[in-house]
Nanobody
Framework: QVQLVESGGGLVQAGGSLRLSCAASGRTFDRLAMGWFRQAPGKEREFVAAVSWSGASTFYANSVKGRFTISRDNAKNTVYLQMNSLKPEDTAVYYC??????????????WGQGTQVTVSS
């Protein structure tokens, strides 16, 4: 089992930045691929970014490429999502997820509870 706890969400003006964190426990973190997903009201959950277990490979949705950066610190069992140049359409609940294989689809084995990000115009 893996437990994931997100933090760092909040309210920010358009153009601003936030950094989300996801702390993992319960299993060897440095053997897990990690992903970030988001779900806006009335919409399906969508992929945002993912990172391989080593951190060597990263993947992004086209909508966030160049603005968001995923990274991980295996010594701290934590994955981050740095979000810059935020737009109102980035408003959503952001979820952290863990899996043995890095994916850009939502079939991850473990999920956090989510953290709200609201971007005002």
């Amino acid at each position: 089992q893996v437990q994931l706890v997100e933090s760092g969400g909040g309210l920010v003006q358009a153009g601003g930045s936030l950094r989300l964190s996801c702390a993992a426990s319960g299993r060897t973190f440095d053997r897990l691929a990690m992903g970030w997903f988001r779900q806006a009201p009335g919409k399906e959950r969508e992929f945002v970014a993912a990172v391989s277990w080593s951190g060597a490979s990263t993947f992004y949705a086209n909508s966030v490429k160049g603005r968001f950066t995923i990274s991980r610190d295996n010594a701290k069992n934590t994955v981050y999502l740095q979000m810059n140049s935020l737009k109102p359409e980035d408003t959503a609940v952001y979820y952290c997820a863990a899996n043995t294989i890095v994916r850009m689809t939502s079939d991850y084995d473990y999920w956090g509870q989510g953290t709200q990000v609201t971007v005002s115009s």
